[in-house]
C-alpha cells in the first residue's frame, strides 16, 4: 500500500564509484532544473543510479558551496576556539557558520544556485 522500494521498482542500476561524466550530467541536470524529486531525478538527468546514490553524490560531493582543501589559519583558529569553549549550536550560529542541525540542505542548495525563494513546505515547514 505504501511506496514500493527502488529495489523494487529498478533492476540493473549502477553502483559503486561514479564517472566523471556521471557526475558532470548531475551537476548540469541540478542547475538546469533544480533537484526536485530524488526518486524520479536519476532518469530524468541520463543516470543510471538509483535516486538516493543522486542524492547523497549531490550533498556530499558536487553542491557548489562545499569547500575543498585545507583550512585557511583563521579557520583553524576559529575551530580550536569552538572546540575547546562551546558545545552546542548557539555558538556555532554566533559565529555565522552552518551546523548540520540548521541547515536544510534538500531545500537550500539548488533554490540559491538557481535564485528561487525557498519552499514553505518540507520537514522543516510545520
Known amino acids: 500500500m505504501g511506496r514500493s522500494s527502488e529495489s523494487d521498482d529498478m533492476s540493473g542500476l549502477k553502483q559503486g564509484p561514479w564517472t566523471p561524466e556521471e557526475d558532470q550530467n ?3 541536470y541540478i542547475y538546469k532544473n533544480g533537484h526536485g524529486n530524488w526518486r524520479a531525478l536519476p532518469k530524468l538527468a ?3 543510479r538509483y535516486g538516493k546514490s543522486c542524492r ?3 550533498t556530499n560531493y558536487l553542491r557548489p558551496v562545499i569547500k575543498r582543501g585545507k583550512f585557511s589559519d583563521d579557520e583553524e583558529k576559529l575551530i580550536q576556539f569552538l572546540s575547546n569553549n ?3 549550536d548557539s555558538s556555532i550560529d554566533h559565529f555565522g557558520l552552518k551546523s548540520s542541525y540548521n541547515v536544510d540542505a534538500e531545500f ?3 533554490n540559491i544556485f538557481l535564485h528561487r525563494p525557498p519552499l514553505k513546505h518540507g520537514p522543516n515547514y510545520g
Open 108 to 110: 537550500t542548495d539548488a
Open 86 to 88: 562551546s558545545r552546542d
Open 56 to 58: 547523497l553524490r549531490w
Open 46 to 48: 541520463g543516470l543510471n
Open 26 to 28: 548531475l551537476v548540469d
